[in-house]
């Protein structure tokens, strides 16, 4: 059964940069996709950054060129690193992997970008 963990989030003011991590446990079969996903308050669940088990990346257009994700196999960790922070980044940011077996969830981590 895979788990996943969210760490790294935060307040940050306009303009800063936090880093997220997701350690994953468990088996996750290949091929996988992985996902950095964030959720407003009132707001739908949206997709900002995805990761392939072969090393293929997407952004959203609203994180594009601020945000990068990136992973560190040994550690069964990835990452979402986002820069130029802005008050709309403002969100419950989760990780999501999903295998042939099926998809997790992890629990959540808040960033608020706020002066």
């Known amino acids: 059964q895979v788990q996943l963990v969210e760490s790294g989030g935060g307040l940050v003011q306009p303009g800063g940069s936090l880093r997220l991590s997701c350690a994953a446990s468990?088996?996750?079969?290949?091929?996988?996709?992985m996902g950095w996903y964030r959720q407003a308050p009132g707001k739908q669940r949206e997709l900002v950054a995805g990761?392939?088990?072969?090393?293929?990346?997407n952004y959203s257009d609203s994180v594009k060129g601020r945000f990068t994700i990136s992973r560190d196999n040994a550690k069964n960790t990835w990452y979402l690193q986002m820069n130029s922070l802005q008050a709309e980044d403002t969100a419950v940011y989760y990780c999501?992997?999903?295998?042939?077996?099926?998809?997790?969830w992890g629990q959540g981590t808040q960033v608020t970008v706020s002066s």
């Open positions: 999501n992997v999903q295998d042939l077996l099926g998809q997790t």
């Open positions: 468990g088996t996750i079969f290949r091929p996988y996709t």
């Open positions: 990761m392939s088990s072969s090393g293929s990346t």
